[in-house]
């Protein structure tokens, strides 16, 4: 595997389910990023985590609750969400926080459907 | 509130034309700014960074930065059908945001054959 991977890329669930994303990167990167794509709006910062530590909460509802165990890994973890969470989540990563706002990224998204 | 903005287009060149996308932003203090080309149902892809005033050249790509102006363009020469897509434009936050991108809604390009 190269770049950044996310699971699943298609992700239906019902407003009562509980489920998690996962996002992972080869790149030997300090930085990982989830943004959320809504259509016809623009790219939107959720989270921030440097060297597994988090250093950006955008003001996400607490339905959403990310996770970085390590540098490699980043997860998303979904609860009783809105049908106005559908959209495309993405994962990024960046050399550092620090590299003067560095190039981001991206994996190829998770469509999420809320039912 | 810091905003970038981008003209949603759609914006319509015939294949072999030049492409001109536009970007102007509000944060003074930003110093990164880039290009990232997603195509419909992908993810954005980083094509072009550029850092300093002037010119930045990558193939048939130039990105401009102009930043008394605030502004910054990307060139698409010689374009071809499959350029068509959704450019955004980015830039980072300034002082201790800099890591922080800041996305535009994105331009539509289609190169028509």
């Known amino acids: 595997e190269t770049g950044v991977t996310q699971t699943p890329r298609h992700l239906v669930m019902g407003m009562t389910n509980k489920k998690s994303l996962k996002c992972e990167q080869h790149?030997?990167?300090?930085?990982m990023y989830w943004y959320k794509q809504s259509a016809k709006k623009p790219l939107e910062l959720m989270f921030v985590?440097?060297?597994?530590?988090?250093?950006e909460n955008n003001s996400v509802p607490s339905r959403f609750s990310p996770e970085c165990p390590n540098s490699s890994h980043l997860f998303l973890h979904l609860h009783t969400l809105q049908p106005e969470d559908s959209a495309l989540y993405l994962c990024?990563?960046?050399?550092?926080?620090?590299?003067?706002?560095?190039?981001?990224?991206f994996g190829p998204g998770t469509r999420l459907t809320v039912l | 509130q810091k905003e970038v903005e981008q003209n949603s287009g759609p914006l319509s060149v015939p294949e072999g034309a030049i492409a001109s996308l536009n970007c102007t932003y509000s944060?003074?203090?930003?110093?990164?700014f880039f290009w990232y080309r997603q195509y419909s149902g992908k993810s954005p892809e980083l094509i072009m960074s550029?850092?300093?005033?002037g010119d930045q050249e990558d193939g048939r790509f130039t990105a401009q930065l102009n930043k008394a102006s605030q502004y910054v363009s990307l060139l698409i020469r010689d374009s071809q059908p499959s350029d068509s897509a959704t450019y955004l434009c980015?830039?980072?936050?300034?002082?201790?945001?800099?890591?922080?991108?800041?996305f535009g809604k994105g331009t539509l390009l289609t190169v028509n054959p």
């Open positions: 990024a990563s960046s050399l550092s926080r620090h590299a003067g706002g560095g190039e981001q990224f």
């Open positions: 790149l030997g990167h300090n930085a």
């Open positions: 985590y440097s060297l597994e530590e988090r250093v």
């Open positions: 944060d003074r203090g930003s110093q990164s």
């Open positions: 550029i850092y300093s005033n």
């Open positions: 980015a830039v980072n936050g300034g002082g201790g945001s800099n890591y922080k991108l800041t």
